[in-house]
């Protein structure tokens, strides 16, 4: 089972109000972006638990391998690359099809704060094997009720690994 994992709005929060400070865990030793330290280190073995094959969905590219990965303890993780192509505007985000192009065959879980129903819709429809499209609340990031839906989707859905 593959797990797509985005950074921005949903390992880092963003978004809430000024008078709601978001926690700080340590300090960045690199620093290599001032809002790594919004993200909870124990986030890592929490994914890792999830026992899928993480794979880095996110515009950070190779500095999710250099920064965010030590910071929760991960190994180096594959990256999407995304496509060059400028794509007209749609409502489908940018990286739904090359989610489900990486994904082949394999069952999949993406999870991001950019989801919509027209991603969910067009997976649906495209996509004949089990995915879970988990869109993450970008002022929270995830949460434990978050890892709830996912543990419960996972033990449904998941096939042989």
């Known amino acids: 089972m593959l797990l797509f994992?985005?950074?921005?709005?949903?390992?880092i929060p963003f978004g809430a109000p000024a008078d709601h400070p978001y926690p700080v865990y340590g300090t960045d030793p690199t620093p290599s972006s001032p809002l790594l330290t919004r993200i909870d280190p124990a986030l890592g073995p929490?994914?890792?638990a999830l026992r899928c094959d993480l794979v880095w969905a996110t515009t950070w590219?190779?500095?999710?391998?250099?920064a965010v990965s030590p910071w929760l303890g991960l190994p180096p993780l594959p990256v999407v690359e995304w496509p060059d192509e400028e794509e007209p505007p749609s409502?489908?985000?940018w990286k739904t099809r090359a989610l489900v192009a990486w994904a082949g065959e394999q069952p999949f879980v993406w999870i991001d704060d950019e989801i919509t129903e027209a991603d969910s819709a067009w997976v649906a429809i495209h996509y004949h094997h089990p995915a879970l499209l988990h869109r993450v609340d970008h002022e929270f990031g995830l949460t434990d009720a978050d890892f709830t839906a996912l543990e419960e989707w996972l033990r449904t859905n998941?096939?042989?690994r």
């Open 158 to 160: 998941r096939g042989p």
């Open 5 to 11: 994992l985005d950074i921005d709005g949903t390992l």
């Open 61 to 66: 590219m190779d500095d999710a391998n250099a």
């Open 91 to 93: 409502l489908l985000h």
């Open 46 to 48: 929490r994914l890792e």
